[in-house]
């Protein structure tokens, strides 16, 4: 079944987070092979040259690397996973002050409901 993608950012990024998720999340472990560029153009219904691109963006970051032939993997270095880990928790923290915020609630407030929840 093919992906289902928004409008609001460009179909390489969602994919190279959709990737970065499973990464982060244990997913795909450090040091396992992630499907090829051609499995997942197959399974998200895109062009390869999309797959590539959000690939490019994911070695970019450290997050995966390239060994040649014989494909690509989920770096092993613990540091860049977990300094991934925290920057995508403050980045959705951001975006749930944001909306939070637009709600009248303070960040004081915020912090309660996210106690509340929590529990």
Do not use: C
């Not at 963006?57 to 450290?62: I, M």
């Not at 060994?67 to 989920?74: E, I, M, P, Q, S």
């Not at 637009?102 to 529990?119: P, T, W, Y």
């Amino acid at each position: 079944m093919a992906w289902s993608f928004n409008s609001d950012k460009a179909v390489y990024l969602q994919i190279a987070e959709r990737i970065k998720r499973k990464v982060l999340s244990g997913e795909y472990g450090a040091g396992s092979q992630i499907p090829t560029v051609r499995q997942l153009a197959l399974e998200a219904a895109v062009n390869p040259n999309t797959v590539q691109h959000a690939f490019s963006e994911l070695e970019n970051e450290g997050i995966i690397i390239s060994k040649g032939t014989l494909g690509r993997f989920v770096t092993e270095n613990a540091e860049v996973i977990e300094f991934s880990r925290r920057e995508l928790a403050k980045s959705l923290a951001k975006e749930f002050l944001k909306s939070v915020n637009e709600l009248s609630f303070s960040n004081a407030d915020a912090i309660e409901i996210l106690k509340e929840e929590a529990k």
